[in-house]
Each structure stands twice: as structure tokens, then as C-alpha cells.
């Protein structure tokens, strides 16, 4: 593994425990409550936090005219579909499930890389790659036994991941002039008005006063998803190499897996205890160090 700066270490701890955390939170704040009002919501009240982020560390605001629709289409990859399908998906299915799903990202990431920029994927990558099929195949098979969830929430889950994992490939590839930050803020402004349209169209007659729990879960995520993950993840992403970025994930799964058991009791069947033990080896297997030859 590349060494990390303490600064890099101390968020990556902290956005591991703040992702994997939200998962039963998530699922508590849209248990009564229209899902895209629910991060429409999140986003507004979060975009003023990031904001004052940039104005305290003095980060410039501006994003050159010719790099917009760049900065578009980052925006789409990395925020636009993730946050609209893996919202719906944890409605449909268990916290802990759609962590799964949703943080099978970085296989994902192992597959476009290598179809896609020419990455070479050595075959213990593609171990990994097989592990976390099988991992999923045992999701699909039990939500096709209709015991719990419904088989779409899987596939969003599994768009939103393959989705945000072409997004970091582009963001590591961004030669935009401006710093993470700034990009950061600029497609969750983006994404705030396109998960505000898909409240509007869909869930507008369903529009109330959200309940206590759903209040917290909302200020929950402005402050500490959007106004702190968001931005973290995309300065990791952009300032490590792709085994050191994607490190983070390897235990989120596992946390929203135990901490939605224990705080919503939601029943572990076998195969969840298998789905998360072949994510663990999948995600092991492309994220730890090479032996030197």
C-alpha cells in the first residue's frame, strides 16, 4: 500500500464511519417519507455547509465556461444516478443489503477500467471480480424468493455502483483547472436540482412536514454527507492512487450491514453473512498489496 499522509488516514476513518452509519439512517428518514424528497431536502440543506467550507478555507468558487460540460457530465457519473437509484433501492430492500450492492463499486471499477481505459486486471482482480458475483447472485436468489425486498431494488442498487464507478474513473481523469472542492460543490448543485425535478414529478402530491425521525435523518446527511463525505471521498479520490481511494469501502458494507441489524432489527439470513464474507474477499483481493516479485 502507498503511504498515506495522517491527514488522508483521518478521513478516510472518518467517512467510513459516516457512510456506513448512514445506511440504517437512510432507511430509518424514508421509512414514512417520499425517498427523493428525503435527499432533495438533504442536498439544499447540505449545499449551505459545503459552501461555507469554501469560503472559510478561501477555495475559489469559479469553474472556467468551456469546463462545464465536463463538469456536467461528471456530475451525472459520479452523483446524478447513484443518489437517485440508491435512495429508491434502500426503500425496497434492507439497509444492510443495499450497502452491499451499493459498495460493489469497486469491482465495478476494476471491470470498467479494464474495458474501458486499458487497465490491465491481473487474475487475482478477477478473483475478485467472481466473488462479488457470487455475492450478488445470492442477493438476487433471495429477493426472488419474495422473503423480503423486491428484485428492482437490487438492480438500482447495482446501477447506482456500476454508475459511481465509471464517475471516479473520470474524476480521476478530470483535467479541469479547478480544486476538488470547488468540482464538489458544483455537481452537488447539480444534483440538488435534479433530484429536486424528481421530487417534483413524482412525489409532489406526497409532500408534507417530515416526521422527528426523518428530521434527523435529513440534518444528519446535509451536514455530514453532503457538506463532508461528498468532498472527502473526491479528495481521495483524486489524491491517491485508485487501491488507496477505494480503500474506504472495504468496511462500509460490513458496517451498514451490523449497524442496521442492531439499530432496526433487520433479520440476518445466511445469505448475508455469505454475501458480506465474498464482498470482503472480492474487495481483499483487489485492494490488497502485491507481493514484489
Known amino acids: 500500500m502507498p503511504s498515506m499522509t495522517p491527514l488522508q ?39 449551505p455547509v459545503l ?40 426503500g425496497q430492500l434492507t439497509s444492510g443489503r443495499a450497502a452491499i450492492l451499493g459498495y460493489t463499486m469497486p469491482i465495478f471499477s476494476a471491470l470498467i477500467g479494464a474495458w474501458l481505459f486499458r487497465d ?3 487474475p ?10 457470487l455475492g450478488v447472485l445470492l442477493l438476487l436468489w433471495h429477493e426472488f424468493t419474495g422473503m423480503s425486498g423486491k428484485p428492482l431494488g437490487v438492480l438500482l442498487a447495482l446501477v447506482a455502483a456500476s454508475t459511481w464507478a465509471l464517475g471516479t474513473h473520470l474524476l480521476r481523469r478530470t483535467k479541469i483547472p479547478a480544486q476538488t472542492l470547488t468540482l464538489s460543490f458544483w455537481m452537488t448543485v447539480q444534483a440538488t436540482l435534479v433530484m429536486t425535478l424528481l421530487a417534483v414529478l413524482f412525489e409532489q402530491p406526497r409532500w408534507r412536514m417530515p416526521p422527528p425521525a426523518t428530521s434527523w ?10 457538506g463532508f463525505a461528498h468532498a472527502t471521498w473526491f479528495f481521495l479520490a483524486r489524491s491517491l492512487p485508485p487501491v ?32 458480506v464474507a465474498l464482498m470482503l474477499v472480492a474487495l481483499g483481493s483487489v485492494l490488497a498489496p502485491h507481493r514484489a516479485r
Request: glycine letters at 8%; hydrophobic letters at 65%.
Open 244 to 275: 488507496a481511494s477505494t480503500l474506504s469501502v472495504m468496511l462500509i458494507p460490513v458496517l451498514g450491514v451490523f449497524s442496521g441489524a442492531l439499530w432496526l432489527g433487520e433479520f440476518l439470513h445466511w445469505q448475508d453473512w455469505a454475501a
Open 124 to 133: 487475482r482482480g478477477w478473483l475478485g471480480v467472481g466473488a462479488a458475483t
Open 51 to 90: 459552501g461555507l467550507a469554501l469560503v472559510v478555507l478561501k477555495v475559489p468558487f469559479r469553474v472556467a465556461r468551456a469546463h462545464w460540460r465536463e463538469l456536467f457530465w461528471l456530475a451525472a457519473a459520479n452523483m446524478f444516478f447513484w443518489h437517485a437509484c440508491i435512495i429508491l433501492a434502500v
Open 217 to 226: 435523518a435529513i440534518a444528519f446527511n446535509a451536514v455530514l454527507i453532503f
Open 120 to 122: 490491465r486486471l491481473s
Open 9 to 47: 488516514l483521518t478521513l478516510l476513518a472518518a467517512l467510513t464511519l459516516v457512510w456506513g452509519l448512514n445506511w440504517p439512517i437512510m432507511k430509518l428518514g424514508i421509512a414514512d417519507y417520499p425517498p427523493l424528497t428525503f435527499r432533495a431536502l438533504s442536498m439544499w440543506l447540505g449545499l
